[in-house]
Nanobody, 124 residues
Framework: QVQLVESGGGLVQTGGSLRLACAAS????????MGWFRQTPGKEREFVSAISWRGGATYYADSVKGRSAISRDSAKNTLYLQMNSLQSEGTSVYYC?????????????????WGQGTQVTVSS
């Protein structure tokens, strides 16, 4: 049973930084893509970033490119998302997710496993 547990959310001022973490367990993730999505009330879940667990290929939404960095620690089975220069539009619940293979990476519907989410609030 795959389990994903996010942490690291919180309140940050505009322009500040946060690092989210996602502890993954339940299987070997070598053939998986691990991703971050975010969702605000009334909106669809939005792709943020993803990484191929084995090869380390990275994917970013245009909205966060250049301000965020995704990484993983294979020894700890942990996924990270470093977010810098946060703006008000970064306020959201952030979810960790994983899927097998590298097709349809930005599509939330392609991911079979999800964490419970962690709230990020950017205040002015």
């Amino acid at each position: 049973q795959v389990q994903l547990v996010e942490s690291g959310g919180g309140l940050v001022q505009t322009g500040g930084s946060l690092r989210l973490a996602c502890a993954a367990s339940g299987r070997t993730f070598n053939d998986y893509v691990m991703g971050w999505f975010r969702q605000t009330p009334g909106k669809e879940r939005e792709f943020v970033s993803a990484i191929s667990w084995r090869g380390g290929a990275t994917y970013y939404a245009d909205s966060v490119k250049g301000r965020s960095a995704i990484s993983r620690d294979s020894a700890k089975n942990t996924l990270y998302l470093q977010m810098n220069s946060l703006q008000s539009e970064g306020t959201s619940v952030y979810y960790c997710a994983c899927k097998v293979g590298a097709l349809r990476v930005p599509r939330a519907s392609a991911y079979g496993y999800w964490g419970q989410g962690t709230q990020v609030t950017v205040s002015s």
